[in-house]
T-cell receptor, first 112, second 115 residues
Framework: GEDVEQSLFLSVREGDSSVINCTYT??????LYWYKQEPGAGLQLLTY?????DMKQDQRLTVLLNKKDKHLSLRIADTQTGDSAIYFC????????????FGRGTSLIVHP | EPEVTQTPSHQVTQMGQEVILRCVPI?????FYWYRQILGQKVEFLVS????????KSEIFDDQFSVERPDGSNFTLKIRSTKLEDSAMYFC?????????????FGEGSRLTVL
């Protein structure tokens, strides 16, 4: 079955890079996602990567996918206090529904 | 910007009581979902709904749970007889037909506390 694991907390200094890691179990994953949840808000899709890609970059965000190790990471360059949130890794597999399976979320705390 | 809205934001109930959580998905979306997150645990899939019927459900979604789209805008989750372990944040989500990237749009969640 599908399972997604990620660490619970990450604390970084403002201006540094943040790297949030995730491992998943299903080798037939089609899409891998990063969702962001700000305080008092719902989960919001931040970025996603298709499984035939190794890397995707979008402004300050870089997603790296290592299919061999089933490892996904999200790097946030020049982390700002506004990046403080919970970041959820998720995967979906081919099968028609593409219903994502989520991890438990990593709380990113950015301090001055 | 269109958004998914959920009510109530927080509900406290006694064990054994029925609870209905309400959601208004984004108006042109056709797929609807409920997820839940018990404190400190993963966001777990409960059920998906399309074309007025359940399309998928997880093992968590047993006979105590039901979903309904009573009119053209609301999507509800009912828990018939709540248990202590039903205490969680319940998230509603919707997605647009034809979106094969699986992007879901989530509401802010309804926190259910069962005493």
């Amino acid at each position: 079955g599908e399972d997604v694991e990620q660490s619970l907390f990450l604390s970084v200094r403002e201006g540094d890079s943040s790297v949030i890691n995730c491992t998943y179990t299903d080798s037939s994953s089609t899409y891998l996602y990063w969702y962001k949840q700000e305080p008092g808000a719902g989960l919001q899709l931040l970025t996603y990567i298709f499984s035939n890609m190794d890397m995707k970059q979008d402004q300050r965000l870089t997603v790296l996918l290592n299919k061999k190790d089933k490892h996904l990471s999200l790097r946030i360059a020049d982390t700002q206090t506004g990046d403080s949130a919970i970041y959820f890794c998720a995967e979906s597999i081919t099968g028609g529904s593409y219903i994502p399976t989520f991890g438990r979320g990593t709380s990113l705390i950015v301090h001055p | 910007e269109p958004e998914v809205t959920q009510t109530p934001s927080h509900q406290v109930t006694q064990m054994g009581q029925e609870v209905i959580l309400r959601c208004v998905p984004i108006s042109n979306h056709l797929y609807f979902y409920w997820y839940r997150q018990i404190l400190g645990q993963k966001v777990e899939f409960l059920v998906s709904f399309y074309n007025n019927e359940i399309s998928e459900k997880s093992e968590i979604f047993d006979d105590q749970f039901s979903v309904e789209r009573p009119d053209g805008s609301n999507f509800t989750l009912k828990i018939r007889s709540t248990k202590l372990e039903d205490s969680a944040m319940y998230f509603c989500a919707s997605s647009e037909q034809g979106q094969n990237t699986g992007e879901l749009f989530f509401g802010e969640g309804s926190r259910l506390t069962v005493l």
